[in-house]
């Protein structure tokens, strides 16, 4: 295993939740950050969440206060608790490590991505 492994992504309906997982083993967390980013087809990948090794968290305008992301420190394991989902969060959802002590918010910047992980809401 070279890249983070994503999990916990499903069909839900509109104002549900899904937690999705992302073991991070491979790369290590430490004195790194973690960021989840999300895809729709024919665009690119926007910034959902993140975290920096000492659980400082980061959060799109569009996910605050809905999503949580929380990490694992001895687990190399971040997870994104996400509640009261919409239609609109439906993409295809990718874990990236970024070997730095800050989250960004530009996919150019993670240095290691998983193969991404579907959720869909249906309204």
């Known amino acids: 295993q070279v890249q983070p492994v994503e999990s916990g992504g499903g069909r839900v309906q509109a104002g549900d939740s899904l937690r999705l997982s992302c073991d991070a083993s491979a790369q290590g967390l430490s004195r790194s950050a973690l960021g989840w980013f999300r895809q729709t087809p024919g665009k690119g990948r926007e910034f959902v969440a993140g975290?920096?090794?000492?659980?400082?968290?980061n959060y799109s305008d569009s996910v605050q206060g809905r999503f949580t992301i929380s990490i694992d420190n001895a687990k190399n394991t971040v997870h994104l608790q996400m509640n009261s989902l919409r239609a609109e969060d439906t993409a295809v959802y990718y874990c990236?490590?970024?070997?730095?002590?800050?989250?960004?918010?530009?996919?150019?910047?993670?240095?290691?991505w998983g193969q991404g992980t579907q959720v869909t809401v249906s309204s």
């Open positions: 990236a490590v970024r070997k730095a002590l800050t989250v960004s918010t530009r996919a150019g910047e993670y240095d290691y």
């Open positions: 975290i920096n090794w000492h659980g400082v968290p």
